[in-house]
């Protein structure tokens, strides 16, 4: 509500030069492109605000570099919204061209997206930043990796897209967040607070859709030692973030074979315990229904993936094998019915909703894949009490 209101404050300021707009164009207007991330609601930023918008052949410094990618991301979620409610509408009452329109849209952001790392790393390979310069670059690159994953999976409908892009995009961004965790552990003396988002949400987010197992432990580490820290990113609590990323590590990943070399789940420390849990359908109908996917939709991983269906049940092994069976006879190549690192379709979490929380307690909602193509997206319910 805060960013709410606040957006439509600045789009009530003229758009003239004055000493005062000058100041609220440097430092105040940024702070609210910058929470583009935050909520779900969109209010358009205004544009005679905005210091830059365009990607030049190279950044000339690091400010402009910022403020044109949380620009690209502030119209990247506006686009995820506007997505959300056309499928939500069903296709057949909105006309097609509206369909067409919002996929233009999303191709004209990742060329933009793409176009903004060339001049990005055009800016980095002709300067020579220091530490608190070097953790800002690491942060923007982060957030660009993450934007081109998140905005490619929401718009395609697709939670294999985190697949596809986990060994590339997901892998940079941890590695940029491991630089600023330990420049911060380095640098930082006592507790601190920060009015933005920097690694924690987007390390939870890879720790929750990265399957890879080494990278997904990585990124729960790194919330580990964020919390170690003891730096405070605007409304998030750290311990709440943890317990979310092992419990959806776990779910996804229980009665799996852990590659050798790869630290089980449950040697990590654990401050929390289930209190209660039981499945429903009652939320799932509003979780997208329109966006059910036609499967198979998997993607090729190498030796990583496998088309052995689950042994969890005699069932289960059973509807996999045919749906397999099906997918080859209509042609589906071999390389797109596989599952990727073991996390078949039943065992996946597609979001996680809290519902209530307290210092002490949290009470989730993970929404999950339906067992049959098309069908009804399952709904598992939580209380977690923290020790």
Request: hydrophobic share 35%; proline share 4%; glycine share 6%.
């Amino acid at each position: 509500m805060h960013i709410l209101q606040g957006r439509r404050l600045l789009a009530n300021i003229n758009d003239r030069k004055t000493p005062e707009t000058d100041i609220i164009r440097q430092y105040l207007a940024p702070i609210y492109l910058r929470l583009a991330y935050v909520g779900n609601d969109r209010v358009g930023f205004p544009w005679h605000l905005l210091q830059m918008t365009t990607t030049p052949l190279k950044f000339a410094s690091l400010a402009d570099a910022r403020c044109v990618l949380y620009y690209l991301v502030d119209i990247g979620f506006t686009l995820i919204y506007e997505v959300k409610s056309y499928r939500s509408n069903g296709i057949n009452e909105t006309p097609d061209t509206e369909g067409n329109t919002l996929q233009s849209r999303h191709e004209h952001i990742i060329r933009e997206l793409a176009n903004w790392r060339h001049a990005f790393e055009a800016y980095l390979a002709f300067s020579d930043l220091d530490g608190p310069d070097t953790r800002t670059a690491k942060l923007l690159t982060m957030r660009h990796c993450l934007m081109i994953v998140f905005l490619d999976s929401m718009v395609s409908g697709s939670d294999y897209v985190c697949d596809r892009n986990s060994l590339c995009e997901m892998s940079i961004a941890t590695d940029c967040a491991t630089f600023v965790v330990k420049y911060d552990n380095d640098i930082m003396q006592g507790p601190s607070f920060t009015f933005e988002s920097e690694v924690v949400g987007p390390v939870y987010w890879i720790a929750a859709k990265c399957r890879q197992p080494a990278i997904r432990r990585r990124a729960l580490e790194l919330l580990y030692e964020r919390e170690k820290t003891n730096r405070v990113e605007s409304l998030t609590m750290i311990k709440h973030t943890i317990a979310m990323a092992t419990r959806v590590i776990e779910i996804e990943e229980e009665g799996l074979e852990i590659p050798c070399g790869t630290k089980h789940i449950q040697d990590y420390p654990n401050k929390y315990e289930v209190i209660s849990r039981e499945e429903s359908s009652e939320w799932a109908e509003g979780f997208l229904t329109d966006q059910k996917e036609q499967w198979p939709v998997l993607w090729d991983l190498g030796s990583h993936c496998s088309d052995v269906p689950t042994k969890l049940t005699g069932i289960t092994a059973a509807r996999e094998q045919k749906e397999l069976a099906e997918g080859l006879a209509k042609g589906w190549p071999r390389e797109r019915l596989i599952w990727p690192y073991g996390i078949t379709r039943e065992r996946r979490v597609l979001s996680v909703v809290v519902k209530r929380h307290t210092a002490d307690d949290l009470w989730l909602e993970y929404v999950r894949e339906p067992l049959t193509a098309g069908g009804e997206y399952r709904v598992m319910k939580e209380h977690i009490q923290f020790a």
